[in-house]
Nanobody
């Protein structure tokens, strides 16, 4: 069973940076993909970013492109989402999600084709 544990959320100000980490365990296959989704109060869930461990391919939503960077430490099975130039509209609960096996990162993010979810971590950006 794949388990995902998020860390790094908190309260920051507009323009600040923050890093979220997702520690994964339990993958049965050599390759996997890890994603970050977010959901703000009253809004639909959004696929923010995904990374494929096989080739390092990444996907970013238009709302975060150029500000967020997702990386993966394969040895530690930890995916880090570096968030910069944060805006109040980035305020949300951020969820780590994963699929065991290689996958198309855009499809994972836009169609939420993931199998495992973390519990989420709250990011609040004050204006």
């Amino acid at each position: 069973e794949v388990q995902l544990v998020e860390s790094g959320g908190g309260l920051v100000q507009t323009g600040d940076s923050l890093r979220l980490s997702c520690a994964a365990s339990g993958f049965a296959l050599p390759y996997y993909a890890i994603c970050w989704f977010r959901q703000a109060p009253g809004k639909e869930r959004e696929g923010v970013s995904c990374i494929n461990s096989r080739d390092g391919a990444t996907y970013y939503s238009d709302s975060v492109k150029g500000r967020f960077t997702l990386s993966n430490d394969d040895a530690k099975k930890t995916a880090n989402l570096q968030m910069s130039s944060l805006k109040p509209e980035d305020t949300a609960v951020y969820y780590c999600a994963a699929v065991d096996g290689p996958a198309d990162v855009e499809a994972l993010a836009t169609r939420a084709l993931v199998d495992y979810w973390g519990k989420g971590t709250l990011v609040t950006v004050s204006s």
